[in-house]
């Protein structure tokens, strides 16, 4: 238990520095295309985004694991990180929500920034899956974890500090197992007091890039039984997701 928590804390605090690092370094030198309105009208930066991404990405990589399963971390974080600078950079001031309208304009022969991240983050789920579990039915169902957890951070980045909360939240009961979800702690705690300050903003690259890493997590220390639970929690969740949203609206309280 001792070295669990002990590699648990060098990951965390490597993930802290770096994401802080970066995140200093970025708004020494702002660009506009990096800012945005939040929900209050207030212009912020979205810097904690890359920042956050490439902090989980080192702390994930310095973890005493096998090296496939750093390998996934590391993958599936700087994917979905990539395709949420993707939406973020390219998707602003796209209303469209949901996977329903992303899917709608795909049938239509529009390819929206939302379905690069849409099938780009379940692609880069199912390939880190492939790299933890040897079993099929068990990488499919890595794959769902991953993309679906970072679907679910995504959902509930609707106020300043909510999914900066819910990584805080859902990591902490894995930190004895593999040390893996001290990394996103790590590089999300290092900046809450911006985000919830409303200085800066998590953003698609930085809620993706958590989510999928806390995914990674879930899938390195569960057996197929584990596995199908969280992925039919995820399906649900996903299903859901306008209430799931609304609901931390209200919950927010602003």
Known sequence: ??????????????????????YRALRARPRPFWQRTNYAGRTVDLYAGP???????????????????????????????????????????DPRRGFR??????????????????????????????LIEERPVDRVLAGVVIAGTAHLVNLVDVRPAAAAATVLALGAPGLPQNGLAAAPMGAVAVLVADDLGERTMLGDTGVHALGAALGVAIVAGRG????AAHAAGLVVAAAYGGRISRFVQVAAGR
């Open 224 to 227: 197929r039984a584990g596995l």
């Open 51 to 93: 920042a956050v991404a490439l902090g989980t990405a080192a702390g994930a990589a310095v973890l005493l694991l096998p090296a496939r399963t750093r390998c996934a971390a590391v993958l599936a974080v700087l994917a979905a990180g990539g395709c949420g600078a993707y939406d973020d950079l390219l998707g602003a001031g």
């Open 1 to 22: 238990m001792g070295a669990a928590f002990s590699r648990a804390a060098k990951s965390g605090a490597v993930a802290a520095v770096v994401a802080g690092g970066v």
């Open 101 to 130: 309208a992303h899917l709608g304009a795909l049938r239509e022969g529009e390819v929206t920034s939302g379905a690069v991240k849409l099938f780009g983050i379940g692609a880069a789920g199912l390939a880190a899956g492939a």
